[in-house]
């Protein structure tokens, strides 16, 4: 028989407390109740632009301008204020229950919450990144603009986050690594596990004996997660704060 949603939560609230280190991992999904739709559902940028046109790195160097087009929206998400289950994932980092956050997002959000160790596994779009000099700059400074001028090379910068046929930058996957090896517990949160190689983290930290808890509308990881935490992402979060508390 399939456990009730409130047992799902005493189960992972129960997992957390025996845990020593315990991380989450997260995607797009935990970002949607803040108003910024996944990228691939109906709503989403690679619904109207497609991504191997304006989503690699090969096209930014080809044409920036016209990948600018579609980065004029990407960036306006950073004016998104995060949600109660942001929150809830600070209070646990406050509560000593949360080691740290490894997240696809690029959206800044966890940290605008209040969680303090985050791994932006996909870069963010807080800052800039000039190709030829390689400097980098906080994105506020050329919110007026856009498409943004390196000052040193004049030559236009992109986001710096990974596009399709870029590598994860070799600091975050050294990070990751060292988390893979050391969680007691991973909460899954917001995410089809489908992008690769982020989608190996999960199944990385289980085959070594860490446990997973998963929070999704629609669970993924059946297979995989000891615990299934079926619903929206704020509320499940608030309601496993909750527990973790009493």
């Not at 046109?53 to 004029?72: H, I, N, S």
């Not at 791994?119 to 919110?143: Q, S, W, Y």
């Not at 870029?166 to 090896?181: F, G």
């Not at 089809?192 to 446990?211: D, F, K, T, Y």
Request: glycine letters at 6%.
């Amino acid at each position: 028989m399939r456990e009730s949603r409130e047992d799902s939560i005493l189960n992972a609230a129960m997992l957390i407390h025996e845990a020593s280190n315990v991380y989450a991992f997260t995607g797009a999904g935990v970002s949607v109740e803040s108003g910024i739709p996944d990228f691939r559902s109906a709503s989403g940028l690679w619904s109207r632009f497609d991504p191997m046109e304006y989503g690699t790195l090969g096209a930014f160097r080809r044409d920036p301008e016209k990948v600018w087009r579609m980065l004029q929206e990407l960036v306006e998400i950073v004016d998104a204020e995060p949600n109660a289950g942001h929150r809830a994932m600070a209070r646990m980092e406050e509560a000593g229950l949360l080691s740290g956050i490894i997240t696809q997002n690029i959206d800044g959000l966890h940290q605008k919450a209040g969680s303090r160790n985050v791994i932006e596994f996909h870069g963010t779009v807080f800052r800039l990144v000039c190709l030829d000099c390689n400097r980098k700059f906080p994105l506020d400074r050329f919110a007026d603009s856009l498409p943004p001028l390196c000052p040193y090379c004049n030559t236009i910068m992109k986001p710096d986050v990974v596009f399709f046929d870029e590598a994860i930058p070799p600091d975050a996957l050294r990070q990751v690594e060292q988390i893979v090896r050391r969680a007691d517990v991973l909460i899954v949160a917001g995410t089809s596990c489908n992008v690769m190689p982020a989608a190996l983290i999960p199944l990385e930290v289980h085959e070594i004996g860490g446990r997973i808890v998963e929070i999704n509308p629609e669970p993924v990881l059946k297979d995989m997660a000891e615990v299934t935490i079926a619903g929206p992402f704020a509320s499940s979060m608030q309601q496993l704060v909750k527990a973790l508390s009493s």
